[in-house]
């Protein structure tokens, strides 16, 4: 034999046995998402689109405040009162300096459900439809306050939202990977730590999102305004239907396919409030801060294996497509520390 073809015949039987070694991994676990999802190849695009989608439902509570810069000539044809210690000087307002006023109460329960894309983990992309419950304390400025007394209002909203992913296991990744870039690359045990630390579990998520929609105010009645007859007046609207929001979203993954996230925001909105004879109105801002709970779940694109025999709980394969071997619940590919 040729010595000097040792070094490429060890080569060649490496490449051998590596190749071999591949076709024997029965059940594809070596494997990533890159395998066929589906038998047809319309039916894989379709499952690897439909796992970008996720469902979410949030519920939770908030604070409302009402404010206006107050003017009218004819303050009688508002629930205008000043306080009953008032000894200061006749109220003097004009266009010009106008009374400032606030009011806040709680709102509860306020909820959302909608639907939410995931674009290349850097953008949230989402919308869908929520209720709130609220009240209306009396707005205050100076000796004087707007008596609203014990409105109730009931609004809808259809929202979309954007959300700008800020951190998550990637860029935990990506970060660790600027910390540890002084060590030497033969410097083994630094090196060693850094991958250690890249592969641990990181379920965290910070998004900041821009949510934007439509109000539709469903009651808003003034028991003061009731008369013998019996029905409510509504002199409250939306002056302004759309709004805008911005908010911190913090997710946390049970599973590649389901998570717990905690929102908090503030929306800005708009309405008016009619004089008794509605010759006038009163611009009023609204802001809410809100805190939700919340529950998404990923729509899972690889099918569960159902295949008698078949015990392996992790993704695998079969006949060249891609399983997964256990509920969504779980951790499909699972490290040390997450069999349960």
Request: glycine share 10%; proline share 4%.
């Amino acid at each position: 034999m040729n010595y000097r073809q040792l070094p490429i015949t060890l080569f060649l039987c490496f490449i051998l046995t590596t190749v071999l070694a591949q076709e024997e991994d029965i059940f594809g676990i070596s494997q990533k998402a890159k395998n066929p999802k589906s038998e047809s190849g319309l039916g894989n695009v379709t499952r690897n689109v439909l796992e970008a989608f996720s469902v979410e439902l949030s519920g939770g509570g908030a604070y409302q405040q009402f404010g206006t810069n107050f003017y009218s000539a004819n303050t009688n044809l508002y629930p205008f009162s000043r306080f009953q210690n008032f000894d200061g000087d006749p109220l003097a307002i004009s266009e010009e300096n106008p009374l400032e006023m606030k009011g806040g109460d709680w709102v509860f329960p306020n909820w959302n459900g909608g639907l939410r894309i995931n674009l290349f983990n850097l953008l949230t992309i989402g919308g869908g439809f929520g209720q709130e419950w609220g009240n209306l304390a009396p707005m205050q400025g100076g000796d004087y306050q707007f008596d609203f007394e014990g409105v109730t209002y009931q609004v809808n909203k259809l929202y979309g939202t954007v959300g700008l992913v800020l951190y998550d296991a990637n860029r935990r990744r990506a970060f660790l990977n600027w910390r540890y870039r002084n060590y030497s690359s033969s410097n083994l045990y630094m090196q060693s730590e850094l991958r250690q630390r890249a592969r641990q579990n990181y379920p965290w998520r910070f998004i900041f999102e821009a949510e934007f929609g439509k109000l539709d105010l469903k009651k808003a009645y003034d028991p003061a305004l009731v008369g013998s007859a019996g029905p409510y007046v509504p002199r409250l609207a939306v002056s302004d239907k759309n709004y805008y929001g911005l908010a911190l979203r913090i997710e946390r993954d049970f599973s590649e396919y389901t998570k717990l996230f905690v929102k908090g925001g503030a929306d800005f909105r708009k309405f008016t409030y009619a004089a008794s004879d509605f010759s006038e109105f009163q611009d009023l801002d609204q802001k809410v801060y809100a805190m939700q709970l919340g529950l998404a779940v990923r729509f899972p694109g690889t099918k569960r294996c159902k295949i008698a025999g078949c015990g392996v709980v992790m993704k695998h394969m079969h006949n060249g497509i891609e399983y997964r071997g256990s509920g969504i619940f779980n951790f499909q590919d699972r490290k040390v520390g997450q069999w349960y």
